[in-house]
């Protein structure tokens, strides 16, 4: 099976602008989820797309927001663009909802924003 | 709130030597937890989660629910071992599931 994969794998930005990443799961996952992570707060959860609905959230702004498409590709969107979301921006699939069971992770996107 | 906490961001441990990664996490509900490991240059990937009580690469973890506890430990180090260790607790809170994790500890094994 291929694993998920993320596109672009790198980014760079400017403050006030928006960007899209995207994320293909593992064939036959129907979540998605994404994850910030920076050097400081580590690994933070976003959110979760589930059967395209957005199924779970994390404590991040409404400047980040996502979708998930029939085929379960997922992406998501960061709109006025901070420096402080330079991060790694990590999906990672799963058959199930919740994390209950693995999550597949993705080899993340580097989102510099200058 | 829920946290995890890994106290150790370094840890280095001699081959052959018992490792022990520490996590303790704070959840009022009833937790599952799990340990991720990403070795140099791969994903993150799963290493255990406590609901399956197995023993992966020699790996074992036991929930302690009265310590709050669920260390990650091996008896005998390798230098395969080598890599950044992430505890995370699987929580929901009012229907709102997620994975929280803690900050890592990286293991350095020497040889």
């Known amino acids: 099976k291929a694993g998920v994969t993320q596109t672009p794998r790198y980014l760079i930005k400017t403050r006030g602008q928006q960007v899209t990443l995207s994320c293909s799961p593992i064939s036959g996952h129907r979540s998605v989820s994404w994850y910030q992570q920076t050097p400081g707060q580590g690994l933070q959860f976003l959110f979760e797309y589930f059967s395209e609905t957005q199924r779970n959230k994390g404590n991040f702004p409404g400047r980040f927001s996502g979708r998930q498409f029939s085929n379960s590709r997922s992406e998501m969107n960061v709109s006025t663009l901070e420096l402080g979301d330079s991060a790694l921006y990590l999906c990672?699939?799963?058959?199930?909802?919740?994390?209950?069971?693995?999550?597949?992770f993705g080899p993340g996107t580097r989102l510099t924003v200058t | 709130a829920q946290r995890v906490t890994q106290p150790e961001k370094l840890l280095s441990v001699f081959k052959g030597a018992p490792v022990e990664l520490k996590c303790n996490y704070s959840y009022s509900g009833s937790p599952e937890l799990f340990w991720y490991v990403q070795y140099s240059r791969q994903r993150l990937q799963l290493l255990l989660r406590?609901?399956s009580r197995e023993s992966i690469k020699g790996f074992t973890a036991d929930l302690n629910k009265g310590e709050t506890s669920f260390h990650l430990k091996k008896p005998f180090a390798q230098e395969e071992d080598s890599a950044m260790y992430y505890c995370a607790l699987r929580t929901s809170n009012f229907g709102n599931e997620k994975l929280t994790f803690g900050t890592g500890t990286r293991l350095t094994i020497i040889p």
């Open positions: 990672a699939s799963s058959s199930t909802s919740g994390g209950t069971n693995e999550q597949y």
């Open positions: 406590h609901i």
